[in-house]
């Protein structure tokens, strides 16, 4: 079944604003990541930030994570016409194999 | 540096026909991997995982099978392919959570 879940599910912006996207989760985790995922291409593993973490920073990625409401954001900041994509949550689950359940994702487009 | 690889890149099977598409990781030893599909516009969906050499987890009851026959080696099999079966495949790799994607295969079922 389906763990995270992204909103919005598409969203438009002009290159140099922030675009943010938000996830919600159902079940307890072991950590939340964000992947990147261009058109007919595999994922790239952007961000992991454990369940013990409020906020991490990479570049121009911040990421949050609220445990009591089960919720995540992924903030870009000054995007770019090359951070159009689709961006996924994914939440590690706390059973053997490293299982990570992934969203449905939320497409950006950067208008330039 | 690890790499891996998945082929083919793109395949158009015919309903009833067999499946087979294979992944493998190089530069890493024992490596956790993944298959999952993914429905056009959609999310993934986890078919398969294996911690292990002939160690396989199924998500998803279905008409897709996979196995793990050398430990970087993982492979993914129907013997008869439906319509509902098209979709793009991804192989996935990790030694903790952090996953790390092969390119790809998109299935056609005609």
């Known amino acids: 079944s389906q763990q995270g879940e992204e909103d919005p599910q598409a969203l438009s912006i002009q290159e140099g604003e922030n675009a943010t996207m938000n996830c919600s989760y159902k079940?307890?985790?072991?950590?939340l990541q964000w992947y990147r995922q261009n058109s007919g291409r595999g994922l790239v593993h952007l961000i992991l930030?454990?369940?013990?973490?409020r906020e991490k920073h990479s570049g121009r990625l911040r990421v949050t994570l609220d445990t009591s409401k089960k919720s995540s954001s992924l903030l870009i900041t000054a995007s770019r016409a090359a951070d159009t994509a689709s961006y996924f949550c994914?939440?590690?689950?706390?059973?053997?194999?490293?299982?990570?359940?992934f969203g449905a994702g939320t497409r950006l487009f950067v208008k330039a | 540096s690890q790499t891996i690889h998945q082929w083919p890149a793109t395949l158009v099977q015919p309903v009833g026909s067999p499946l087979s598409l294979e992944c493998t990781v190089e530069?890493?030893?024992?490596?956790?991997l993944y298959w999952y599909r993914q429905a056009a516009g959609r999310g993934l969906q986890l078919l398969f995982y294996?911690?292990?050499?002939?160690?396989i987890s199924s998500e998803v009851p279905q008409n897709l099978s996979a196995s793990r026959p050398q430990d970087r080696q993982f492979i993914l099999s129907s013997k008869k392919l439906l319509l509902s079966d098209s979709g793009f495949y991804l192989c996935?790799?990790?030694?903790?959570?952090?996953?790390?994607f092969g390119p790809g295969t998109r299935l056609t079922v005609t």
């Open positions: 996935a790799w990790s030694r903790h959570y952090e996953q790390y």
């Open positions: 079940t307890s985790i072991n950590n």
């Open positions: 930030i454990r369940s013990n973490e």
């Open positions: 994914a939440t590690g689950q706390n059973t053997g194999g490293f299982k990570t359940i």
């Open positions: 530069g890493t030893s024992n490596p956790n």
């Open positions: 294996s911690v292990g050499i002939g160690q």
